[in-house]
């Protein structure tokens, strides 16, 4: 999205957006066209089911000035099953966690080393041989990138990332506030 | 994401449809639901995965008695774009929706131009595509395309029937999302075994799709609140010179009259978009024609000189606003009015917005001013717009040998006295058109303007004149144009369709040529076409043509052009312009409204020189 108007200065704050699809063919395969076809920069998007089987819940994170996704915003409001989108960093206090996993080259020297490094992330290890350790972390997508950060020069290798989930935090519930009558 | 069952929304209670209980193929059920929902004609092709619900109209068709109005009448195009371009042209002149039936695979494909098109015009069209079996599909079968993928990305919506027992529900929500809030194309696409499967008809329901319900509901619902009324007309007190600015939208929410009596209320100018052209009658006072690339010298300037600038059913587009800092740029204030939530602030960020319907909105402002008895005087404002339109008249070369384009487009007008429904192409030809006709009513002035087709006039013609057999349907297209949808012209005369074809023949794809002449030296790659053998006359004399002329000379175009209108039948004529013939005004891409050139025959209000080689060649 271009910006013709050149109001004050960019800000490129966070953005979550927590969007309710109904559970139908094709709903992701449409919404990531529509992000690729109007040039918006999504950093993850997540999709999966809910307890309710006829509703998928997407997650969106991106990095923007907000009349930018605010019209990211809207131009999901135009899907036939989009059911409800919320910007749950305009919405309130939320809570966003993103879980990955993390191959680090190890030598029998390293790996103490490794461990006391890591340690304030409160890594799982997952799998382990004599050449390599897989680690699982799950906090919010800014932690995760700060363990990545930390481990880029000690022998990683390997990276999968989940992006982020985020659910507002407190009683309300997007769900629950899309469908009630 | 994984495939889940959507229950069909049927009311409770037994459905009243006569037909309901009855066993059916699926095929059957397209038919009957298409004719329930009032189709009355389909533009179509067909082919092997489309079969079963061509043989259902045939089978349909001949239940009925030869006279019967609930036939569904067939027209089969040359190619499937032209069937989609007739669905739309059916659709703009009536604001019906048009329908068009195809095959799979390069059937459904050749339909990617129209559904993209009718998408950036929002024209509200059904397309029903065949499809291979749904064990086939994914194999690479013969003749199968994924166009769900293809199409789920040019189309306001896209259905892939799974389960065929959502099929009728899917056909009657298909029109349900094509006229529902901002109008645009929805695409069914059917495989074969659910056309040929057999199940019982419910005769009524809809998919459930409960956000888009919801959102629904409460657009059709909005009303112009009266704290929203008073902040408007404040804007409105405060303005000496306000300005509306219209677009299609206008035309789709049938507010043309809502907007005439909301400007005549007020006195506020009225100045339209391409797609608005008919919103309000062109030959009013308060009517400033075309604004933009190349609109008329008049509306720009009072585009330039408005203090209050009222959008609506418009969308800021680059053809409107090429410099979007510079555009209205003495507007203290702009309002806007959009049922697309998506549209307002998109471009430009507005001090006051309506989302909603435009004939709602628009009644209900004229209401509240009437209520408070708002009268500010704008008489200087409009003397002022009197003046530019007096000073400022579009005009060309009048002292030329050679036919020039805009007096055929004038002397057409005249003859038709405004209210002929006119199609066109895409380039000089559609501009001048634009320019030069007179449009005394909405659904008048059919053309591809957002995606700017090439080939749309003459299928368009073609569905036009269906929907509306009553009125004179003429296309005004160019030589580079018609030839890409020239095998419609058969079509025209096999189905004793009578549109009138007036070809302006320039011997190139003019536009571009201007473009290669202002931005590129004058190195015309690929746009000459001086060495084109076709002979347009013959080619219609072969395909059935009963009038099919050429004129060349000035001095018997207004007598060639009465007896073409007037002719009783399919007509084609092909005048002869002078092929150096350019578009004035033209703001060129990316440039605000004070760089506008005027050519050599419009008056500029200020001297200045017109640089005509400074246009920057990178911008479209």
Known sequence: MSNHNGNGAPDNSWHVLSVLVENHFGVLARISAMFAARSFNIDSLTVGPTHDPTCSRMTVTVRGESRIVDQIRRQLEKFVEVIRVEDLTEAGPFVARELVLVKVSITQDSVTELVDLVNSFQPQIVDMTLESVTLQVVATPERVDEFLALLESHGLREVARTGAVALMRGAWGLHQAALAE | ?620
């Open chain 2, 1 to 620: 994401m994984s495939i889940a069952t959507t229950e069909s929304r049927t009311p409770p209670g037994a459905s009243t449809h006569p037909l309901a209980g009855q066993q059916m193929m699926g095929a059957e059920m397209v038919v009957q639901v298409l004719a329930d929902l009032g189709v009355d004609t389909i533009f179509g092709y067909s082919g092997g995965a489309i079969l079963p619900t061509y043989d259902a109209i045939f089978r349909y068709n001949a239940k009925l008695a030869d006279d019967d109005a609930k036939r569904i009448n067939l027209i089969v195009p040359a190619n499937e774009q032209g069937a989609g371009f007739m669905a739309a042209g059916y659709s703009r002149a009536s604001g019906r929706v048009g329908v068009f039936l195809v095959t799979s695979g390069p059937g459904a494909t050749n339909c990617v131009t129209p559904i993209r098109d009718c998408t950036a015009d929002s024209i509200p069209v059904v397309l029903i595509c065949g499809q291979v079996p749904r064990a086939a599909m994914g194999t690479d079968a013969f003749q199968e395309a994924p166009v769900f993928n293809i199409m789920s990305a040019c189309a306001k919506h896209t259905f892939l029937v799974t389960k065929p027992e959502e099929l009728e529900a899917t056909i009657r929500s298909a029109f349900d999302i094509a006229t529902s809030g901002r109008p645009g194309p929805v695409v069914i696409d059917l495989p074969k075994d659910v056309q040929n499967w057999v199940g019982t008809f419910q005769g009524e329901g809809l998919l459930e799709f409960r956000g888009f319900e919801k959102r629904r509901a409460q657009l059709e619902a909005t009303r112009l609140t009266d704290e929203a009324a008073a902040e408007f007309f404040a804007m409105l007190a405060a303005s000496q010179r306000p300005l509306l600015y219209c677009g299609g939208g206008i035309i789709n929410a049938d507010a043309a009259g809502a907007l005439s009596e909301f400007a005549r209320a007020f006195r506020i100018p009225v100045v339209t978009t391409l797609m608005g052209i008919g919103s309000m009658d062109t030959t009013d006072d308060l009517a400033l024609h075309m604004l933009g690339m190349h609109g008329t010298a008049f509306a720009n300037y009072a585009v330039e000189d408005c203090d209050f600038l009222i959008a609506a059913g418009s969308r800021f587009d680059d053809r409107v606003a090429g410099k979007v800092s510079e555009f209205a740029p003495n507007a203290r204030n702009i309002a806007h009015l959009d049922i697309d939530a998506a549209e307002i602030g998109k471009v430009k960020n507005v001090s006051w917005s309506f989302v909603g319907d435009a004939k709602v909105g628009l009644s209900d402002l004229t209401a509240y001013g009437r209520r408070t008895g708002f009268a500010k005087d704008f008489s200087k404002w409009v003397e002022h717009i009197k003046a530019l339109k007096r000073n400022h008249p579009l005009d060309y070369n009048r002292e030329s040998p050679l036919i020039q384009p805009q007096e055929v487009i004038a002397l057409l007008s005249r003859i038709t006295k405004g209210e002929a429904i006119v199609t066109t192409g895409v380039g000089q030809h559609q501009m001048w058109a634009a320019q030069y006709f007179d449009f005394v009513n909405p659904r008048q002035w059919l053309t591809s303007g957002s995606m700017g087709t090439m080939g749309f006039g003459l299928p368009a013609a073609i569905g036009a004149k269906l929907a509306c057999p009553d009125k004179t349907v003429i296309c005004v297209d160019g030589d580079g144009s018609i030839r890409m949808n020239i095998g419609e012209l058969e079509t025209a005369t096999t189905n004793g369709v009578a549109v009138k074809v007036l070809l302006l023949n320039n011997q190139g794809d003019g536009m571009v040529r201007q473009w290669q002449r202002l931005m590129f030296k004058e190195r015309f790659s690929g746009t000459d076409k001086t060495m084109h053998m076709k002979d347009f006359v013959k080619a219609a004399e072969a395909d059935g043509y009963g009038f099919a002329e050429r004129v060349a000379d000035r001095a018997r175009l207004q007598e060639t052009l009465e007896r073409f209108v007037s002719y009783d039948g399919p007509a084609f004529l092909e005048v002869r312009i002078d092929p150096d013939a350019m578009v004035f005004p033209m703001v060129g891409p990316g440039a605000g409204y004070k760089e506008m050139m005027l050519g050599p025959y419009i008056k500029p209000r200020e001297a200045r020189d017109e640089k005509m080689g400074e246009v920057k060649a990178d911008l479209f």
